[in-house]
């Protein structure tokens, strides 16, 4: 079975500086998505960041990034010129490719803190 | 609708009590899903619906658990004889379709079980 890693549970940055938070997944399989979603106090799950594992490139998204290492089986999401706005939770997700349901396996996040 | 609408947005009932929450999802999303959202956990699966039929339901803990979603639209959890452990936040998403399609959530239910 996949699971997914998040071993940071609480992460600070300052206002503008850059953070980078930490996941790592187990797989057997070659084909897969993985996801990073944001999750504010309001409880509703925002997507980030997706990252195709056929792809090499790694995904970006306005100030945000991923360093995708396959062969590791790590994914890691970085932010930029850090906002007040970027406090919340992050969750790291992985889904199989294909397959008959769209099922995210989730880690169990780490709270982003930004300092002003 | 514009987005995917969870009601109520919390729930506190009784131990043993019998509970409904409600998924109205993105107009046109045939895919929906249901997670558990424990506290300090991240989202667990629950079901997956494609249309009106569940294709999967592993996710489900026990027989207490059913959702139905009769006309391939809203989608009801339903949870009976409710334990102080079922107490977390329900959410709800939808996408397009299988395969690549992006999921849209809720912000959820968040239920209290006494």
């Known amino acids: 079975a996949q699971t997914v890693t998040q071993s940071q549970p609480e992460m600070s940055v300052q206002e503008a500086e850059t953070v980078t938070l930490s996941c790592t997944y187990d797989t057997s399989e070659s084909d897969y998505y993985l996801f990073w979603y944001k999750q504010p106090p309001s409880r509703q799950m925002i997507l980030v960041i997706r990252?195709?594992?056929?792809?090499?490139q790694n995904a970006t998204e306005n100030r945000f990034s991923v360093n995708f290492q396959k062969a590791a089986k790590s994914f890691s999401l970085k932010i930029s010129d850090s906002q007040l706005g970027d406090a919340a939770m992050y969750f790291c997700a992985y889904r199989n490719y294909g397959g008959a349901t769209n099922k995210l396996i989730f880690g169990t996040g780490t709270l982003l803190a930004v300092q002003p | 609708g514009a987005g995917v609408s969870q009601t109520p947005s919390n729930k506190v009932t009784e131990k043993g009590k019998y509970v409904e929450l409600r998924c109205d999802p993105i107009s046109g999303h045939t895919a929906l899903y249901w997670y558990r959202q424990s506290l300090g956990q991240g989202p667990e699966f629950l079901i997956y619906f494609q249309g009106t039929g569940a294709a999967d339901d592993s996710g489900l803990p026990n027989d207490r658990f059913f959702a139905v979603r009769p006309e391939g639209s809203v989608s009801t959890l339903k949870i009976q004889r409710t334990e102080r452990g079922d107490s977390a936040v329900y959410l709800c998403?939808?996408?397009?379709?299988?395969?690549?399609?992006?999921?849209?959530f809720g912000a959820g239910s968040r239920l209290t079980v006494l």
């Open positions: 990252q195709e594992a056929y792809k090499q």
């Open positions: 998403a939808s996408s397009r379709g299988s395969g690549a399609n992006v999921l849209t």
